[in-house]
């Protein structure tokens, strides 16, 4: 089944059960905010991609003010690397398994 909306706007038409591209899967500033709950400002991001502390964005188009994305598996390793970076803290604040109190 062909989408009415492809019709419409003179793409070519793209099955509905279509398989998702193959590729990375690329994030954009809104998604990486919803999706990955990454909370930081653009200026924040931008920051943290110069000293090396978050995943760089790929740019997306030419000119003056380019889209950009992230790759989601940059992120994903970003945040995974985030969890073990606590895990491994809360181990040697409390390397006998107690709480602190």
């Known amino acids: ?29 809104p998604e990486l905010r919803a999706r ?4 930081f400002s653009r200026s924040e ?8 502390t978050f995943p760089r964005h790929i740019t997306l188009g030419e000119g003056l003010n380019p889209s950009i994305a992230w790759i989601e598996s940059e992120v994903d390793a970003y945040i995974a690397a985030r969890m073990e970076a606590r895990r491994a803290s809360a181990e040697v604040a409390q390397p006998d398994g107690r709480r602190g109190q």
């Open 36 to 39: 990955k709950g990454i909370p």
């Open 1 to 29: 089944m062909i989408p009415p909306e492809s019709k419409k706007r003179g793409r070519p038409p793209v099955p509905v059960n279509a398989p998702p591209p193959s590729g990375p899967r690329l994030l954009t500033y």
């Open 45 to 52: 991001l931008r920051r943290r991609e110069l000293k090396g």
